[in-house]
């Protein structure tokens, strides 16, 4: 265990914790500029959301299919490779995403972006994971997670200052200087030697597939984290619509962010932190899932009763800020043949599910003729239930030995 670190300040967990604000601040960009970089274009009215919504799942789609290929790539061939080469690629698309002038290239790019995306916080934790001992790992994984938090607050920020191309602008730049610097991050030892022990070591995504129990674990994974992209993909990023349709004044998107993702990096830091303090990963998975819960349903009476959302979006990403939790828990529960594999399309699914979300919503508001504001309660229900049942069964990961390979 020598050759593992005990402290979170080593450079697995800088070059994983800055690449993942790179990549959180340029995620949720689009989701800060998706109406005035489409208005730049010229649309408006009913198509301005059409359009935004099928970019949106677009780039959701480049991420699930990201996390695919950068998951192989990373079990097979290194962490460190699969990690700049992630930023890399959605640096260059970000820059090429300053310059579109069309809705096509638009959407080109984003899938671009998306894939680029995608390998990096599910490559990131794999790493850190990997490098630290089995009793500290959570506090790295804490810093990456908090440091992409930052970024996402970072973007929100952007949103009241910077024109949207020149915000895609120069978080491309930042990618790309990270990328220079590039660390001298060594790979982990547990990969390497469990590349020079097992000559035959399998690598595929089929094996998530071939056993009922990984399956169901793999399943449950991508379950428990759904709720977050429920709440930031729906709730927050459609507060101009939900507000219009109640006739709400006073509350900005920019800001309804900003507190959201100010919650969630407090969140990321407490949950972690107790869950090191507790050594339990399901126990504070509970807690916060059981808080963001009872803050989504704060939410709603608040639309409904036409007041402020501002302080109820802090309170939801504070609930959902289990994400470091969460993604650790993923990263404990596989193989290192399968952990970089597991970990990325669990991260990327889990993001992914909006592009089932939102025709979720659209069907409730058809069958039941009901407004999309009503129609996000019972996809709430549905997204919090299967995840609060996600963790329940899920076995217990932390102090869990990560030096094995899936047969």
């Avoid at 009215?45 to 990373?74: D, F, K, P, R, Y």
């Avoid at 990270?178 to 690598?203: C, D, G, H, Q, W």
């Avoid at 709603?300 to 994400?323: A, H, P, R």
Wanted: glycine share 10%.
């Amino acid at each position: 265990m020598s050759n593992l670190y005990k402290s979170p300040f080593n450079l697995a967990v800088l070059a994983a914790g800055l690449g993942f604000f790179v990549d959180a601040f340029d995620l949720f960009l689009f989701n800060i500029y998706r109406i005035p970089s489409l208005k730049d274009l010229g649309l408006s009215g009913a198509e301005l959301t059409h359009i935004g919504e099928n970019l949106l799942a677009i780039q959701m789609l480049g991420m699930m299919v990201g996390g695919v290929l950068s998951g192989i790539i990373a079990d097979y061939h290194g962490r460190v490779y699969v990690l700049f080469g992630s930023i890399l690629l959605y640096s260059l698309a970000n820059i090429a995403n300053s310059f579109v002038t069309d809705v096509d290239t638009y959407a080109i790019i984003r899938f671009l972006a998306g894939v680029g995306l995608a390998g990096e916080l599910g490559t990131g934790i794999t790493l850190v994971s990997e490098s630290m001992t089995k009793e500290k790992r959570g506090y790295g994984t804490i810093l990456v997670a908090t440091l992409g938090a930052l970024g996402a607050v970072c973007a929100g920020l952007s949103g009241d200052f910077l024109p949207w191309r020149d915000a895609f602008l120069y978080a491309g730049i930042a990618g790309l200087v990270l990328v220079l610097f590039r660390f001298n991050t060594m790979e982990p030892s547990i990969f390497r030697n469990a590349k020079e022990n097992n000559s035959k070591i399998t690598v595929s995504f089929k094996l998530f597939f071939t056993n009922k129990k990984r399956f169901l674990t793999y399943l449950a994974c991508i379950l428990m984290g759904v709720p977050i992209w429920y709440s930031v993909g729906l709730l927050i990023t459609f507060t101009p619509e939900i507000m219009q349709e109640n006739g709400l004044t006073g509350t900005k998107l920019s800001l309804c962010f900003i507190l959201f993702q100010c919650g969630v990096t407090i969140g990321d830091l407490s949950s972690g932190l107790l869950s090191q303090y507790f050594k339990s990963r399901k126990k504070i998975l509970f807690a916060y899932m059981a808080f963001a819960c009872l803050a989504s349903l704060r939410h709603f009476i608040l639309i409904y009763t036409g007041q402020s959302l501002n302080f109820s979006s802090f309170l939801i990403g504070l609930g959902c800020g289990y994400l470091s939790v969460f993604v650790t828990s993923t990263a404990e529960h596989f193989g290192t043949n399968l952990r970089a594999t597991a970990t990325s399309t669990v991260t990327n699914f889990m993001r992914g599910a909006i592009t089932i979300l939102i025709p979720m919503t659209l069907f409730f508001q058809s069958k039941f003729q009901i407004t999309l504001t009503a129609s996000l309660i019972p996809v709430g229900i549905l997204v919090w239930l299967a995840a609060l049942l996600a963790v329940y069964l899920l076995p217990e990961t932390y102090g869990k030995e990560l030096n094995y390979v899936e047969e």
